[in-house]
């Protein structure tokens, strides 16, 4: 009889514990909530409270050129010419050109001139060339600009720019012939704006004559001149 007392108590005993316990373990995990609950709504609150930078960026009104589409350009140009034993002697022309692309173009020249004495004529005082001393050259080239970039005058202007090669055939009327000329060179090309240029160019015609001997002539040309785009 005192044992069957015994186990009835204590399996109250037990009862009790196991309910003691799990109520101190449910109000943990009650009180672990609430903690996260409160820390989360504590972290929105200082989210929210963050202000957000909102830059005020005040534009400029950029104005900007516009850039002719124009193909064709147009010059004149006055330059000194090494005729070959004639000296070296004023010449004065003209150019037209149209730009197949950015970098190649096709152009037309036409330069005229007046040949000088030689040594011999003027030692001897016997001209070689008893008719017309008028000189002349017309040709058609290819061109290239290999190095675009900008001139700059002092820190605060500039320009567009360009080096440019050419080569080209033509023909040259001196000494009452025409002789077939092969045509090399290059320049430089300022581009003041979108209509004109300023142009220093070198080129060299190379040609066949017979006038004191039978040999190849190479007359040297050095020019400037300007060009409208149009």
């Given amino acids: 009889m005192e044992i069957r007392v015994q186990r009835i108590f204590l399996k109250l005993f037990l009862c ?13 995990e009650q009180e672990t909530t609430e903690d996260n609950q ?8 200082e989210i929210s409270n963050i ?25 004149a ?17 003209g150019t037209i050109a149209y730009h197949v692309t950015e970098d190649l173009f096709v152009v037309a020249n036409y330069g005229q001139s007046e040949a000088d004495l030689t040594s011999a004529e003027i030692l001897t005082g016997i001209s ?10 017309y040709d058609i080239s290819l061109g290239f600009n290999i190095l675009p970039g ?31 000329t092969a045509v090399i060179g290059g320049g430089y090309q300022v581009l003041f704006n979108d209509w004109m240029s300023f142009n220093v160019s070198l080129r060299d015609y190379i040609y066949k004559i ?12 050095v020019s400037t001149g300007f060009t409208i785009f149009f």
Wanted: hydrophobic share 35%; aromatic share 12%; with cysteine.
């Fill in 51 to 75: 202000k957000v930078f909102d830059p005020q960026v005040v534009r400029r009104d950029v104005d900007k050129d516009a850039i002719d589409t124009e193909n064709w350009e147009i010059g």
């Fill in 77 to 93: 140009y006055y330059g000194v010419i090494s005729i070959e034993d004639f000296g070296a002697n004023d010449i004065v022309g």
């Fill in 128 to 137: 070689v060339l008893p008719g017309d001393r008028s000189y002349s050259h």
């Fill in 16 to 28: 009790v514990c196991f309910s003691a316990s799990c109520g101190l373990s449910y109000a943990a």
């Fill in 150 to 180: 900008e001139g700059f005058l002092g820190k605060d202007i500039a320009f567009t720019s360009n080096f440019y090669l050419l080569a080209g055939l033509g023909s040259t009327n001196f000494a009452g012939d025409n002789h077939s």
């Fill in 210 to 221: 017979e006038i004191v001997g039978a040999k190849t002539a190479s007359d040297l040309e």
């Fill in 38 to 45: 409160n820390s989360s709504n504590s972290s929105g609150d």
